[in-house]
């Protein structure tokens, strides 16, 4: 069992950054593959971003590409996500999971990010 608690949302204007995290408990979080997603009112939950268990390789959405930057700490059990250049579409509840890269096996409670002026 992998319990997963993010931080760091917040509001923030336009063109502004924010620095989320995700701390998993347990032995085994240096093993799983960890993906950041948002949902939006009204819209579906998308991923944002994903970095591997060995290797650290990571996929963006192509919405964020060169704005935000996943990375994680294995010693701490804590994968992060640097958001830059936020925009009013990045506003959303924040999510981080720990599966594979094809699954989400436990998920956190979420985080809001609000971007505006």
């Known amino acids: 069992q992998v319990q997963l608690v993010e931080s760091g949302g917040g509001l923030v204007q336009p063109g502004g950054s924010l620095r989320l995290s995700c701390v998993g408990s347990?032995?085994?979080?240096?093993?799983?593959?960890m993906k950041w997603y948002r949902q939006a009112p009204g819209k579906e939950r998308e991923l944002v971003a994903l970095?591997?268990?060995?290797?650290?390789?990571?996929n963006y959405a192509d919405s964020v590409k060169g704005r935000f930057t996943i990375s994680r700490d294995n010693d701490k059990n804590t994968v992060y996500l640097q958001m830059s250049s936020l925009k009013p579409e990045d506003t959303a509840v924040y999510y981080c999971s720990a599966g594979t890269t094809t699954s989400n096996r436990y998920w956190g409670q979420g985080t809001q990010v609000t971007v505006s002026s």
């Open positions: 970095i591997r268990p060995f290797g650290g390789t990571t």
């Open positions: 347990g032995s085994t979080f240096s093993t799983y593959t």
